[in-house]
């Protein structure tokens, strides 16, 4: 019994820990932290806390990511040019 409730500990803790794996699911995170305040003997009011609340999304890019990378590759060879920097390496840009 007392493994088990090890077990559960510790996989709560790594639910609670990285809330940003678990913003599709609340219930599991809300779920893991009340498991948390009960194995130290405390309240718990479930309506005051949410996941989505503890990590921001990432925005979705604005454009596609191979025009970005093609963006920001010519802004690197003109400010490289600008400063007369040469490259060096087979993957040098």
């Given at each position: 019994?007392?493994?088990?409730?090890?077990?559960?500990?510790?996989d709560?803790?790594?639910?609670?820990?990285?809330?940003?794996?678990?913003?599709?699911?609340?219930?599991?995170?809300?779920?893991?932290?009340?498991?948390?305040?009960?194995?130290?003997?405390?309240?718990?009011?479930?309506?005051?806390?949410?996941?989505?609340?503890?990590?921001?999304?990432?925005?979705?890019?604005?454009?596609?990511?191979?025009?970005?990378?093609?963006r920001?590759?010519?802004?690197?060879?003109?400010?490289?040019?600008?400063?007369?920097?040469?490259?060096?390496?087979?993957?040098?840009?």
């Amino acid at each position: 019994m007392h493994d088990r409730l090890e077990t559960v500990l510790r996989d709560a803790q790594q639910i609670a820990g990285s809330p940003e794996d678990h913003l599709d699911s609340p219930h599991l995170f809300t779920t893991a932290w009340a498991t948390l305040k009960a194995a130290r003997g405390q309240g718990f009011d479930p309506a005051r806390l949410r996941a989505a609340h503890l990590v921001e999304r990432p925005a979705p890019t604005p454009e596609p990511t191979e025009q970005v990378l093609d963006r920001v590759g010519q802004k690197v060879r003109r400010v490289m040019a600008d400063r007369q920097i040469t490259p060096h390496g087979p993957h040098a840009a």
